[in-house]
């Protein structure tokens, strides 16, 4: 996710970093830096005026010059707009009908169907009941999918074999709800693969129909500029009241994020960030600044665990964490608690500075298997005190795990590195100790 703008960035940052003062000729050249790091990840050009125009001001005046480290300035200053880019505040969902109803639209293929089955999972997980609705009638497959989003969450779905106007299964839908038991309804809707009037005037209808509290825009953040016109077409068309990202953890260069918000006005309030149900967070524009800036992001990776974790699961981790009696045996249990949570690779993306590091870094899931067999082939002491491991005992452990002393080595010396992140993370989340906010 933003990789790319992320090293730009931190290549133009770099320029100002370690300077006793900041001249103009830097200024410049740095800003110009960020203009085109931001233009190449495909930000609307609109936006990136805006932001190059709000940095200079605010570059060029006089905190910054009178500042005694004036890098952390400009590294403030850059994060402070693109959070401002993104929208600021962050955005939940204002859910108050009874049942309340949600609606998606976007065009075909750019996670709709995804999303509503994240939603209704997210949602369930607040407590909530919801029903998935299939008013995406054009295609079979779509209302199949759904079915099987409804199923993999465990959450109602109501899709009646009809091929003909969606309307009213929109609108009968809400009595279907009630009747279930159901409080919020996820309406899903049909894409075209292009922007069209009927589409529009379909969306429009059903919206005009179910009356929703939330009207949600999915727009794949992988169609970079196009992004805009699609948006600035479904908020004439059919009009919304927030945005859902989908796609982010693909090479996305990251210009619709930064752009669709200042285009339409409408805050992002979800980012779906891969293919499986639970690859989907809430919106939060500051935690993506920081993200973007290599910075981290620890309260989205605490909310992950606490959405993982039991709460002794959590304890027993925190006590080997903070007693600095963390073994190779805690290590495994902690490598096999962080596998539930998603992808290790995003995982580490959020932690501190870990950006940069993360090319170096194995993280390859299916090594954890190997991993697995190597410390299961070390004696408990062994795994207690991984310094007695001496050449001997490392070709022991290499055979009777099936794999090899370079091996054995590596998991060794990543241990100990794992062992320094861990800490650190650990402190970090101790110091914002914030309770994050619900949806
Ligand atoms: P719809 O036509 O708008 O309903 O789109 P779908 O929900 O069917 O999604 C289209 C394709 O994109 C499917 O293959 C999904 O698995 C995939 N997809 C949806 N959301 C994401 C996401 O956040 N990340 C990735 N990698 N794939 C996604």
């Given at each position: 996710m933003f990789d790319a703008l992320s090293s730009k960035l931190e290549i133009a940052l770099d320029r100002v970093r370690g300077r006793g003062r900041l001249d103009a000729a830097t200024v410049d050249a740095t800003l110009k830096e960020i203009r085109l790091a931001l233009l190449e990840a495909d930000v609307n050009f609109k936006v990136v005026k805006g932001i190059v125009e709000r940095l200079r001001e605010r570059l060029v005046g006089e905190e910054v010059a009178k500042a005694l480290n004036p890098a952390q300035q400009v590294v403030k200053a850059v994060s402070q707009e693109l959070e401002r880019a993104l929208g600021g505040e962050s955005a939940g969902l204002a859910l108050t009908g009874k049942p309340a109803v949600i609606m998606l639209a976007g065009l075909q293929g750019s996670g709709k169907t995804t999303a509503a089955g994240k939603l209704a999972k997210l949602l369930k997980s607040k407590g909530r009941h919801p029903m998935l609705v299939a008013c995406d009638l054009q295609r079979p497959a779509a209302v199949q999918q759904l079915k099987v989003n409804a199923e993999r969450v465990g959450v109602h779905v109501y899709a009646p074999v009809t091929a003909g106007d969606p309307v009213p299964v929109a609108r009968e839908s809400i009595a279907k709800a009630r009747e279930s038991g159901c409080d919020v309804v996820i309406v899903d809707t049909a894409g075209r693969l292009h922007v069209d009037e009927e589409l529009m005037g379909q969306a429009a209808a059903i919206r005009e129909a179910v009356q929703p509290d939330e009207t949600l825009f999915v727009i794949d953040a992988m169609i970079g500029q196009e992004a805009v016109n699609v948006a600035r077409a479904f908020l004439d068309g059919v009009g919304f009241d927030g945005v859902i990202l989908s796609?982010?953890?693909?090479?996305?260069?990251?210009g619709a994020a930064l752009s669709v918000r200042e285009v339409t006005g409408k805050p992002i309030k979800f980012a779906s960030i891969g293919e499986?149900?639970?690859?989907?967070e809430a919106f939060h524009p500051d935690r993506m600044a920081s993200r973007i800036l290599g910075m981290g992001d620890v309260m989205t990776l605490i909310e992950k665990a606490e959405a993982t974790y039991s709460e002794e699961e959590a304890q027993k981790a925190e006590t080997a964490l903070m007693s600095g009696e963390f073994t190779l045996e805690d290590f495994l249990e902690q490598m096999q608690m962080l596998k539930r949570m998603g992808p290790l690779q995003g995982l580490l993306g959020m932690m501190p500075g870990m950006g940069k590091q993360l090319k170096d870094v194995d993280v390859d899931d299916k090594q954890v298997a190997r991993v697995e067999a190597i410390i299961r082939s070390m004696t408990p002491k062994e795994r207690r005190e991984p310094k007695i491991l001496n050449g001997r005992r490392r070709k022991r452990i290499a055979a009777g795990s099936g794999t090899t002393v370079p091996e054995v080595n590596r998991l060794v010396k990543q241990f100990a590195e794992v062992q320094k992140i861990m800490k650190s993370a650990s402190k970090m989340a101790g110091m914002q100790g914030t309770k994050p906010k619900g949806v």
């Open positions: 796609k982010l953890d693909g090479d996305a260069r990251g499986k149900m639970e690859d989907f």
